[in-house]
């Protein structure tokens, strides 16, 4: 064994235990990667994707952050994730992601999201206390295309090297090595070639599939997937995965609930296509080797700024029209299909947006709104996009 691999097998037995952080709301497990390699891939998920489980690793992918962390600026750029504005990118060892607009963009600008982004951000930080413990990636600086230094496109891929408008955000670290090989052995389609371990690191060493965060689909039962369209990247966790994993999804509802209340009350958005991921952090600063898993709200792209000004009825519409969209809707739980889900959530929404609204002075009553929405989804059938 590695000098390395010893130095994280040593952190202790008793460790896997959870102890509470005094200045956390969730326990937290410390997790080895060679132990959890000795578990059954239900366990290993079970016990991984626990909000504050820290696992540590000595995967070859921590090993080189934590030996270029100081070589970050020589890196080149690594596509992570696309979406309607642009591309994402990473450099191995930087805690930052850099996501750079499409030159074809149609839809709304970088310069829009990154500002809605930091208006949520900001919202996050002056109601850490009321966010559940739910992250928002911080968003650190937005460069125009006409400021790009000619370095920095020269290290993106030869395909994307036309000058366009950048952003940077802290990055959201992937579910480390052990956490993705149990995802294959668990939810593979095939199961006789989840079992082999040719197939098995054949897909783990997909590119794509490196830059896994799990998704949290409160709002949907299943997902179907083939051999041919399996993916680690944004990999669904349904309600019947999460229920066969014993992960306490009453715990992920409130969160989400907390967040929805920030994000209405305090930065006044809509909340439009945002996603809820479980994704990992260093545990402690640019420690790639010990990583703590999160629930982080992402993605502020198509999100729209309500006047508070306005009348209730507007305002109301705004945020109801919103929650009901079907990309939001994949994520929240509803009240005739995940009763006891929906309690905890409107809850949490519930405590979170009385006390935002009392320390901002708003003339809103959160219960009349979640009254309207309730009555709002009777029109809509549950069974027809959420199975």
Not at 200 to 205: C, K, R, Y
Request: glycine share 4%; proline share 5%.
């Amino acid at each position: 064994m590695s000098p390395q691999a010893q130095k994280l097998t040593d952190v202790s037995q008793e460790s896997i235990d959870s102890d509470v952080a005094s200045d956390a709301h969730v326990a937290r497990q410390h997790l080895v990667a060679t132990e959890l390699d000795t578990l059954a891939p239900t366990t290993v998920l079970q016990r991984s994707l626990t909000i504050g489980s820290i696992v540590a690793t000595a995967s070859s992918f921590a090993a080189r952050s934590q030996s270029v962390k100081h070589l970050v600026d020589t890196q080149n750029y690594e596509d992570i994730g696309a979406g309607l504005q642009g591309i994402a990118y990473e450099r191995l060892g930087s805690i930052y992601v850099t996501k750079k607009e499409l030159p074809t963009n149609q839809g709304r600008r970088l310069t829009d999201e990154f500002a809605m982004h930091r208006k949520v951000s900001d919202a996050f930080t002056k109601y850490k206390e009321y966010s559940g413990d739910v992250l928002v990636p911080q968003p650190f600086d937005f460069v125009p295309k006409e400021s790009l230094l000619p370095e920095l496109l020269s290290r993106m891929p030869g395909n994307d090297r036309q000058p366009s408008d950048v952003a940077t955000m802290e990055i959201i670290l992937p579910l480390p090595k052990i956490v993705r090989k149990a995802m294959i052995q668990k939810f593979y389609p095939d199961k006789n070639s989840a079992c082999d371990e040719h197939l098995v690191t054949q897909v783990l060493d997909e590119r794509a599939n490196k830059h896994c965060l799990a998704r949290l689909y409160l709002g949907k039962r299943s997902v179907a997937m083939s051999k041919e369209n399996f993916t680690l990247r944004n990999h669904p966790l349904t309600l019947n995965v999460m229920g066969d994993l014993a992960l306490n999804v009453e715990q992920f509802a409130a969160m989400i609930g907390n967040a929805y209340a920030i994000m209405h009350w305090a930065a006044n958005i809509t909340g439009d296509d945002v996603e809820f991921v479980l994704g990992f952090s260093t545990s402690t600063e640019n420690d790639f080797q010990h990583r703590e898993v999160h629930m982080y709200l992402l993605d502020f792209g198509q999100c729209d700024t309500v006047d508070m000004n306005e009348d209730q009825d507007d305002i109301f519409q705004a945020f109801k029209g919103s929650l009901d969209l079907q990309h939001n809707q994949l994520y929240l739980p509803h009240p005739k299909r995940s009763a006891a889900l929906y309690q905890a959530w409107k809850s949490a929404y519930l405590s979170a947006a009385r006390k935002v609204i009392q320390h901002e002075g708003l003339p809103f009553d959160p219960e009349e709104f979640l009254e309207e929405y309730e009555e709002y989804l009777e029109d809509f059938d549950p069974q027809d996009s959420r199975e």
